[in-house]
């Protein structure tokens, strides 16, 4: 099954609450879900894999995003910001979302691989 669903990403360095998580460092990620098809979508389950820079691995899973399992419309987007704290200033996420249509077909969106990096950290 082919919906086509865009997904973007814009990723932020929070250094402010790098202290209040043991050192850990923070970043907040926003993802932008745009349902490019003639459909109403709802995102029903969330699954991420992130990396760490020494290749610790975590998976993160469960329903919906935020609390919500949001219903998309056609032609329109969805956005929401979440986090992720990581043991060093550099890692990756990637995973996809598990979407349902009306009648209930369950499909998949792979969300690419994208970086978390403190600023000037990598040369």
Known sequence: MDIPIAISVVTQYLPEHEN??????????????HNKSTVPVTLMNRYWLVTDGNGKQTEVKG??????????????????????ALDTPVGTMQGKYEMALQDQTMFNTNI???SLSVPKSIH
């Open 20 to 33: 209040a998580n043991n050192g850990k460092f923070m970043f907040a990620y926003q993802i932008s879900i």
């Open 63 to 84: 329903p919906g995003v935020i609390g919500q399992q949001p219903n998309i419309k056609p032609n329109a987007t969805f956005t929401y910001t979440s986090g992720v």
């Open 112 to 114: 690419d691989v994208f």
